[in-house]
């Protein structure tokens, strides 16, 4: 009998004309195969797809070098297509259904010619969780294949789950001809099906990351009664030995690896990690809210990454453990045949070939490594890995964070009043737009729970929906606002952050026990300074106090453009929002 799987997969090869279809089964084996492949036979732009680099210190290590235009994501080239434009809400790009299959199936006739489709079956969440997702992405790209094995449980086990069932979640991938003009991303939530083509890089082509386990499960969630958020999970074990877990939401290119990760400045305190990117959030029987990683690897930020800043991602990449370890768009130390990237330890190479393939000349003054370079490691490849990253049950959350880049305004730390107000910390959260995405870089945005280019729905009713989980939860995490960017006079970041964000998270961790007071103001709760940890930090009093200051006067403006974007929403933005911003513009007198 033909499995409903296996016919979606032959109207897809009808369509797209591949020469070979190759069913991936996730072995050791079949990944060397595929590095095999894409040092030998696959190229892109008249390139390997992947050059092997020095095994000695770096080792599996393989570096991809992707078309100049095609290094981030693109959000104007993102699309929901649900048949009602309202469920898409004005936070996403939409069109309609039919146009948009019209479109796709016009760029994707026979655009496999001459290459192979890999049909990849993977997990998102351990095979034995309630809350893990069984998926299929095809694609006709070896890197992306290899990339999908790091990033998910790829092979025999997700098959298995999907078995004869029909209601697989799919991902139809090709890279198209890489132009800009012929890419899009586009969502199907109806039909559980995500479509890409024209682009070979991270988020718009691991269909599993961003399209999957955030638009379509948070779409999904909303119906299920969960989350799925743009959330780093980490457990800190006190120096009396319990672990608290906390979730944290930043957006791209702002901090979640590195929180992730830390290397604790504060003696006996010691960091566990589980995820450093996505976190499904789950209300557990016991009335806390429980979270999984459904991701298997990490796809970091290479530049600024050191054994200064974060040690463990360090160790990550030089673990071999599981094979292999990919660096995309970074530059290649030539004599050394290594991956550098500006931030690394040491000093910079003499000579180098930057993300282009070009020799570099520091001269020009621009940068080796594209600011968006990346590699693509194992989490198992972690030494610092939670012993409950396996556990099919998840972690239970005590703390919640909301971050954002922002060079003034919000203070260091500050605790919510209660979980909606809590949902008013993150719904209003700006930052200074990175070089993850395409566009203006440094521009201050609303991006609500880090999730603006990743909510698969109207974003007011995500807020009824954050309402909605917080009224199931007996016993709620407390929820934080944090900023490790607050610049001084001469924009230099007045908090040294990394390790140090330790001292921050102590805190946290004092308020959950009740160990430690706080000082209201009006936007939330801020510490005393003097229950900061803060000894062998070379920081002043004052310096502290500007870093936690909240000026009443600055925050008019930041009231007016936050009532400006809640308005957009219109009737599907929940009364509750509106009550805790009315608090808040009360108190700037507004
Ligand atoms: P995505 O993978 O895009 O979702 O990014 P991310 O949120 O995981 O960001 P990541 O941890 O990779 O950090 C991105 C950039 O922020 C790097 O250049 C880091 O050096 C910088 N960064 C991270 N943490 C801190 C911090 O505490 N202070 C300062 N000043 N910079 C930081
Ligand atoms: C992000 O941009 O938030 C990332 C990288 O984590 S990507 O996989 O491209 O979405
Ligand atoms: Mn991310």
Redesign the pocket.
């Known amino acids: 009998m033909v499995t409903a799987l296996e016919e979606w997969v032959t109207q897809q090869a009808e369509l797209t004309q591949p020469d070979k279809i190759y069913w991936c089964d996730g072995s050791d084996e079949e990944a060397k195969r595929l590095i095999e492949i894409g040092i030998k036979e696959e190229t892109i732009n008249g390139e390997p797809v992947f050059r092997k680099l020095n095994d000695t210190r770096w080792p599996n290590a393989f570096y991809h070098r992707t078309d100049p235009t095609d290094v981030a994501r693109t959000e104007h080239l993102t699309f929901i297509c649900h048949s009602k434009k309202e469920v898409a809400g004005p936070n996403n790009n939409w069109m309609h259904p039919d146009e948009a299959k019209a479109k796709l199936t016009e760029l994707s006739r026979g655009c496999m010619k001459g290459r192979t489709m890999y049909v990849i079956p993977y997990m998102m969440g351990h095979p034995d969780s309630p809350y893990a997702k069984a998926n299929v992405q095809l694609t006709d790209s070896a890197y992306v294949a290899i990339n999908m094995r790091i990033m998910t449980r790829m092979g025999t086990e997700a098959l298995k789950r999907i078995g004869t069932s029909s209601t697989f979640f799919r991902g139809l991938h090709s890279i198209g001809d890489l132009s800009p003009d012929h890419r899009l991303i586009m969502h199907f939530p109806e039909e559980g099906l995500v479509w890409s083509i024209g682009s070979g890089y991270g988020g718009n082509a691991l269909l599993g990351k961003k399209c999957f386990s955030l638009r379509m499960a948070s779409w999904e969630g909303k119906q299920e009664g969960w989350l799925a958020e ?1 959330m ?1 999970i980490m457990g800190i074990q006190s120096p009396t030995g319990e672990t608290t877990y906390i979730a944290a939401a ?11 990760m830390l290397e604790s400045a504060l003696p006996g305190y010691k960091i566990w990690t589980i995820g ?2 996505i976190a499904w959030l789950n209300v557990g029987p016991d009335g806390r809210l429980w979270a999984i990683n459904p991701e298997a690897g990490f ?3 290479a ?3 050191s054994l200064k ?2 040690p463990n991602m360090l160790k990550t990449l030089h673990g071999t453990k599981f094979f292999p370890t990919i660096y995309t768009n970074t530059a290649i130390d030539l004599d050394k045949n290594e991956p550098w990237w500006e ?1 690394l330890d040491g000093e910079r190479p003499d000579n180098l070939l930057d993300w282009q393939g070009k020799v570099f000349d520091p001269a020009t003054g621009t940068k080796a490594a594209h600011p968006n370079s ?1 590699f693509t490691a194992s989490i198992y490849n972690c030494p610092i890995l939670s012993h409950e990253y396996d556990n099919p049950k998840g972690v239970p959350i005590s703390a919640i964070l909301f971050g954002g880049r922002r060079a003034k305004l919000v203070p260091l730390v500050m605790e919510s009043f209660d979980w909606n107000h809590g949902v008013f910390l993150g719904a209003r959260m700006g930052s200074e737009t ?1 070089a ?1 995405a395409t566009g203006a870089q440094g521009v201050i945005r609303r991006d609500p729970m880090a999730m603006l280019p990743f909510c698969g729905y109207n974003m007011g009713d995500y807020f009824g929906h954050w309402f909605d989980v917080g009224s199931k939860l007996t016993n709620p995490p407390k929820v934080f606002s944090v900023n ?2 607050r610049v001084d006079e001469n924009a230099k ?1 007045m ?4 390790g140090d ?1 330790i001292r921050v998270i102590k805190w946290m961790i004092d308020r959950i026990a009740g160990k430690v007071g706080a000082k209201e103001t009006p936007t939330g709760l801020v510490p005393n300074i003097n229950e900061m940890h803060l000894e062998g930090l070379n920081i002043d009093h004052s310096t502290m106090e500007k870093l936690l200051d909240v000026s009443m006067h600055e925050w008019e403006g930041e009231v007016a453009d936050i009532k400006a974007y809640l308005d957009q929403f219109g009737e599907h933005m929940p009364q509750a929002m509106w009550d805790e911003y009315q608090k808040l513009a009360d108190a700037v007198g507004k």
């Open positions: 743009h780093l930043l957006p791209s290119a702002c901090g979640k690896t590195n929180l992730a450093d990117d796809f970091g930020v530049p600024g990454t800043t974060n931030g990346r990175t993850a490790w960017f970041f908090w040294p952050g990394f964000n």
